[in-house]
T-cell receptor
Framework: SAVISQKPSRDICQRGTSLTIQCQVD?????MFWYRQQPGQSLTLIAT?????????ESGFVIDKFPISRPNLTFSTLTVSNMSPEDSSIYLC??????????FGPGTRLLVL | DAKTTQPTSMDCAEGRAANLPCNHS???????VYWYRQIHSQGPQYIIH???NNETNEMASLIITEDRKSSTLILPHATLRDTAVYYC??????????FGKGTRLHILP
């Protein structure tokens, strides 16, 4: 399996600001994913981030709002830009390990005031 | 959209086997059935997956019907720590995971 950490674990932000969330994996992985989980809801896939290529965004999510970086095989960042209270969610990264299954990080809890 | 249908919630007595059903009637021949669970305030945890044969690991058993249109996750001796939302997912090998609403399992003392 893979061990995944996220920073920050939680944050409270003002509307109009941006927050960058970091995801670190203890082994090299090709595929990384970013999800959002709004209060009381299931997880929604934001984008797939493969090293060396542009992130692929799901319907309803755009790069200007959620820019993603994937500089190497163990690290990725997701930025939530120009935040509004509707962006208050848990943001989770996950990794595809040995093309068998995905493992998830602990999540970043974001509250936008 | 999720390709699976699960009951919204279920109860199970502590110490009993918890049987969680999942319908995936449109599953294609090369799609796998995966189960994850999410304990409150944590990231989803992988439980088990299978293609067409029944599978067992240290956490659970997965029973897939012969026509592959449904499956059951079995937690053989449920404990209070098994209280969680359980997600049944079908996906191609190595493909992205799309979550449905899952089943909220309550283990009763």
């Amino acid at each position: 399996s893979a061990v995944i950490s996220q920073k920050p674990s939680r944050d409270i932000c003002q509307r109009g600001t941006s927050l960058t969330i970091q995801c670190q994996v203890d082994s090299q992985v090709t595929m990384m994913f970013w999800y959002r989980q709004q209060p009381g809801q299931s997880l929604t896939l934001i984008a797939t981030a493969n090293q060396g290529s542009e992130a692929t965004y799901e319907s309803g999510f755009v790069i200007d709002k959620f820019p993603i970086s994937r500089p190497n095989l163990t690290f990725s960042t997701l930025t939530v830009s120009n935040m509004s209270p509707e962006d208050s969610s848990i943001y989770l990264c996950s990794v595809e390990f040995q093309r068998e299954t995905q493992y998830f990080g602990p999540g970043t809890r974001l509250l936008v005031l | 959209d999720a390709k699976t249908t699960q009951p919204t919630s279920m109860d199970c007595a502590e110490g009993r086997a918890a049987n969680l059903p999942c319908n995936h009637s449109t599953i294609s021949g090369n799609e796998y059935v995966y189960w994850y669970r999410q304990i409150h305030s944590q990231g989803p945890q992988y439980i088990i997956h299978g293609l067409k044969n029944n599978e067992t690991n240290e956490m659970a058993s997965l029973i897939i019907t012969e026509d592959r249109k449904s499956s059951t996750l079995i937690l053989p001796h449920a404990t209070l720590r098994d209280t969680a939302v359980y997600y049944c997912i079908v996906r191609l090998w190595g493909d992205k995971i799309i979550f449905g609403k899952g089943t909220r399992l309550h283990i009763l003392p």
